[in-house]
């Protein structure tokens, strides 16, 4: 998350239930995101969806696959999921709040 963070009103993820509070483009540029725009949760890594006013929701099975092909977003992902791990294995007691 190298770009401009956008601080948003958002909705809880979909999977883990984490609002969407922020949201930064992985690309470095300062673009907001556009409907139809893929995302990953920092609570959980799961791959989202934008739609109107920074809501989020989960992909369908012919998104997700078109999604998982885009190397940036995948390695997103791992990149999520690994921090996790190391916080958790690290004895931390949450890796984000879920409603924060
Ligand atoms: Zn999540």
């Known amino acids: 998350m190298r770009g401009r963070a956008f601080f948003v009103d958002g909705n809880p993820c979909p999977?883990?239930?984490?609002?969407l509070d922020?949201?930064?483009?992985?690309?470095g540029?300062?673009?907001a995101p556009?409907?139809?725009d893929y995302s990953v949760c920092i609570g959980c890594g799961g791959v989202l969806v934008f739609e109107d006013r920074f809501k989020v929701r989960e992909p369908t099975a012919a998104e997700l696959e078109v999604a998982l092909q885009d190397d940036t977003l995948r390695r997103t992902v791992e990149t999520v999921l690994?921090?996790?791990e190391q916080f958790e294995a690290a004895g931390?007691?949450?890796?984000?709040?879920?409603?924060s």
């Open 15 to 19: 999977y883990c239930g984490k609002k």
């Open 22 to 27: 922020a949201t930064s483009n992985v690309d």
């Open 29 to 31: 540029t300062d673009k």
């Open 34 to 36: 556009n409907v139809g």
């Open 82 to 84: 690994r921090l996790r």
């Open 92 to 99: 931390r007691s949450r890796w984000v709040h879920p409603r």
